[in-house]
């Protein structure tokens, strides 16, 4: 059951999102969930927050995809937590399935999607299809208001949504991230950039 309570609507969400004054950034926060989980999290963090502290000199608003703090299950949630807490004037959102809906108590603002179908879509996009799942809401509709998408790794939807993200001009950051379980049958999102021929709308996060 969709935690109502924590579900701001697609129409409020979106408009607290845009809202700000122009000197905001916004980023999509994508990487590697519960299945591979991140086995290097302090040099992510460090690197993840030396880049927002190097870009970001107002306020900062970021969405990701909702994945739940597990205290010992290590992925881009604790890096999402660790934001919250170190750095002023940032909100946080979360685009979540509705079997998948419970909001952690640091997001500022949520939406709960998948109320109106059983069927089960996280995210993901290809050219015949378009965006699906949470990729439809954060980069589908809100993509336009974009500074850019940061990835902690990620495996094939994360490597669906940073393809979808260069398709549409959106720039990339990439963050070195180390699984703590391969998955040799995922093309990641780390494959995928490896052989962009748009390297030239990835940003440099190098000193």
Same mark, same amino acid.
């Given at each position: 059951?969709?935690? $109502? @309570?924590?579900d701001d609507?697609?129409?409020?969400? +979106?408009e *607290?999102?845009? /809202?700000?004054?122009?000197?905001?950034? %916004?980023?999509?926060l994508?990487?590697?969930?519960?299945?591979?989980?991140i086995?290097?999290?302090d040099?992510?963090?460090?690197?993840?927050?030396?880049?927002?502290r190097?870009?970001?000199?107002?306020?900062?608003?970021v969405?990701?995809?909702? $994945? @739940?703090?597990?205290?010992?299950?290590?992925?881009? +949630?604790? *890096?999402?937590? /660790?934001?919250?807490?170190?750095?002023? %004037?940032?909100?946080?959102?979360?685009?979540?399935?509705?079997?998948?809906?419970?909001?952690?108590?640091?997001?500022?603002?949520?939406?709960?999607?998948?109320?109106?179908t059983?069927?089960?879509?996280?995210?993901?996009?290809?050219?015949?299809?378009?965006?699906?799942?949470?990729?439809?809401?954060?980069?589908?509709?809100?993509?336009?208001?974009?500074?850019?998408?940061?990835?902690?790794?990620?495996?094939?939807?994360?490597?669906?949504e940073?393809?979808?993200?260069v398709?549409?001009?959106?720039?990339?950051?990439?963050?070195?991230?180390?699984?703590?379980?391969?998955?040799?049958?995922?093309?990641?999102?780390?494959?995928?950039?490896?052989?962009?021929?748009q390297?030239?709308?990835l940003?440099?996060?190098?000193?």
């Amino acid at each position: 059951m969709a935690d $109502d @309570k924590r579900d701001d609507g697609f129409a409020s969400f +979106s408009e *607290a999102f845009s /809202r700000s004054e122009a000197s905001f950034k %916004r980023f999509l926060l994508v990487g590697f969930s519960f299945g591979q989980r991140i086995s290097n999290i302090d040099e992510c963090n460090a690197s993840l927050e030396a880049f927002l502290r190097k870009h970001v000199k107002e306020g900062l608003k970021v969405v990701y995809g909702g $994945d @739940k703090y597990v205290d010992d299950i290590v992925c881009i +949630s604790h *890096a999402v937590k /660790r934001l919250k807490i170190i750095l002023e %004037r940032m909100e946080l959102y979360s685009v979540q399935h509705k079997n998948y809906s419970n909001v952690d108590s640091f997001v500022d603002h949520s939406f709960i999607y998948g109320k109106d179908t059983e069927e089960v879509v996280f995210g993901g996009w290809n050219e015949i299809s378009g965006p699906k799942g949470a990729t439809a809401y954060y980069l589908g509709k809100l993509g336009y208001l974009l500074s850019g998408v940061i990835c902690l790794g990620g495996g094939e939807i994360a490597r669906q949504e940073v393809e979808y993200a260069v398709a549409r001009n959106i720039p990339v950051v990439w963050i070195p991230t180390t699984p703590q379980y391969e998955r040799n049958e995922v093309v990641t999102v780390e494959n995928f950039l490896s052989q962009c021929e748009q390297k030239s709308r990835l940003i440099d996060i190098s000193p």
